[in-house]
C-alpha cells in the first residue's frame, strides 16, 4: 500500500459527496492535448505518456478528472521534469518516496482538471495501472461491478478525495486478481481511438 504522503502543497478538502459525470467522448481528445503538452515540455525525459484511470475506460461514468500515466527515468530525479511540467501548468502535490517513487502533479487543460501520476519506466505499479483499464475496457460484468461501487460509495460524505479512492480497494483488488490471472487482454483499445502524439522533433 501506499505510504504517507510527503505533501508539497496540502491536500484539499472536499467535504461532500463525490460528483460522477457520464461517459464523454471529448476525454480521449482532452488526453491527446495533455500527452501533447507534456511531450513537448519534457522530450524524450517522458519515456511513456498514457491514459488511465476511469475516464480512459469507454462506458464507464467518471469523477471528471483526466488521469495520465507518466513514466520518467527516475522520478526522484525531480529537477529533470518538475520544473518543466510546472511551468507548462501541472503542480507538485505530493511525492510518495517509500511507493515507487510516485509524484502527483495536478493542473488544467482548457477547463478540464488533470491529475498527473509520475512513475519510473519498470515500475510495477504503473502496469497494474494499465492493466486495470485495459481489463475494465475488456470486461462488461467488471465495469458494471466498478461503476455501481463507485456510484454507491460517491453518495457518502467525504472529508478528502482519497478516502473516497481507498474505500473502493477492497473492489479494485477482486478486479485486479480476475485481470491477472486472465491472460493478455483481447483488445487493449477498448473502442477508444488511437491517437498517436508525436515527441516533438529533435
Request: one cysteine or more.
Amino acid at each position: 500500500m501506499p505510504s504517507v504522503p510527503d505533501f508539497v502543497r496540502p491536500p484539499r478538502l472536499h467535504r461532500g459527496p463525490i460528483h460522477l459525470a457520464p461517459p464523454d467522448p471529448k476525454w480521449p481528445l482532452q488526453y491527446a492535448e495533455v500527452a501533447a503538452r507534456i511531450r513537448h515540455v519534457l522530450g524524450p525525459v517522458a519515456v511513456v505518456v498514457e491514459h488511465v484511470g476511469s475516464t480512459s475506460v469507454p462506458g464507464l461514468a467518471a469523477k471528471p478528472v483526466l488521469d495520465v500515466l507518466l513514466l520518467v527515468p527516475d522520478p526522484s530525479e525531480e529537477p529533470a521534469y518538475v520544473p518543466q511540467l510546472e511551468a507548462a501548468g501541472f503542480l507538485l502535490h505530493f511525492r510518495e518516496p517509500e511507493w515507487h517513487q510516485h509524484r502527483m502533479l495536478e493542473g488544467t487543460v482548457d477547463g478540464r482538471a488533470v491529475h498527473l501520476h509520475v512513475f519510473s519506466e519498470d515500475c510495477v505499479e504503473s502496469a497494474r495501472m494499465r492493466r486495470f483499464r485495459d481489463w475494465l475496457r475488456n470486461n462488461e460484468a467488471d465495469r458494471v461491478l466498478y461503476e455501481r461501487t463507485k456510484r454507491d460509495l460517491a453518495q457518502q460524505e467525504w472529508r478528502y478525495m482519497q478516502h473516497y479512492a481507498d474505500a473502493k480497494t477492497t473492489v479494485v483488488e477482486a478486479i485486479m486478481a480476475r485481470a491477472m490471472g486472465a491472460g493478455p487482454p483481447s483488445g487493449p483499445t477498448g473502442g477508444f481511438p488511437v491517437i498517436p502524439v508525436a515527441p516533438p522533433a529533435a
